[in-house]
């Protein structure tokens, strides 16, 4: 089975652009989240969806927002980014809620 | 909500050692407890979990112990190996509420030859 994949791999944005990330779970997983991962604050969780819906989500202001396909692909978004938003954004997906998650390679953003 | 402790953040060993990593949580209702290792540059990868009604679970060299009544868990690896070296993730996940693990912070393993 294909693993998670993420799109694009990297990407290089100035302040005040959006941005949208890509997340393809393993075939016939349902729940996806997203973490931001950083050097200084480690893995911060930033959403959480399944079937469709949101179902958590984490500490981040609204400029961060997502959603899933009815295939399961999930994307995020984040609107006016700050130079603090650099990092590296990880999917998750898992098959069912409380099943283990596996990683994706994530993609890193880099904000000038 | 939960909060996870993780010790030490920086470990170094000589190839052949042990090596052991420390967690604590705060929610005395989480049941799940993964680890995770990520090597440079790569994704974290599922090494090992453990479940509230098991205290101790083995795979090779590496097992994972669980001591409920003192809130900790513990990752242990033995005969380390170069190729060991990564930083090493523990999650704890409450069962029936968010489903959401909290991480620790990391420890960074330093395996010499």
């Known amino acids: 089975k294909a693993g998670v994949t993420q799109t694009p791999r990297y990407l290089i944005k100035t302040r005040g652009q959006q941005v949208t990330l890509s997340c393809s779970p393993i075939s016939g997983h349902r729940s996806v989240s997203w973490y931001q991962q950083t050097p200084g604050q480690g893995l911060q969780f930033l959403f959480e969806?399944?079937?469709?819906?949101?179902?958590n989500k984490g500490n981040f202001p609204g400029r961060f927002s997502g959603r899933q396909f009815s295939n399961s692909r999930s994307e995020m978004n984040v609107s006016t980014l700050e130079l603090g938003d650099s990092a590296l954004y990880l999917c998750?997906?898992?098959?069912?809620?409380?099943?283990?998650?596996?990683f994706g390679p994530g993609t890193r953003l880099t904000v000038l | 909500g939960e909060n996870v402790e993780q010790h030490p953040s920086t470990l170094s060993v000589q190839e052949g050692d042990s090596a052991v990593i420390k967690c604590t949580y705060s929610?005395?209702?989480?049941?799940?407890f993964p680890w995770y290792k990520q090597e440079l540059g790569k994704r974290p990868q599922l090494i090992i979990d453990?479940?509230?009604?098991?205290g101790e679970k083995k795979d090779q060299r590496i097992a994972v112990t669980l001591n409920k009544t003192a809130k900790h868990f513990s990752l242990h690896i033995t005969e380390t190996q170069p190729e060991d070296s990564a930083v090493y993730f523990c999650a704890a996940r409450t069962a029936g509420g968010s489903y959401i693990p909290t991480f620790g912070r990391g420890t960074s393993l330093i395996v010499h030859p």
């Open positions: 453990i479940r509230s009604n098991v």
């Open positions: 969806y399944f079937s469709e819906t949101q179902r």
């Open positions: 929610d005395s209702a989480s049941n799940y």
């Open positions: 998750a997906s898992s098959l069912m809620r409380d099943n283990e998650q596996f």
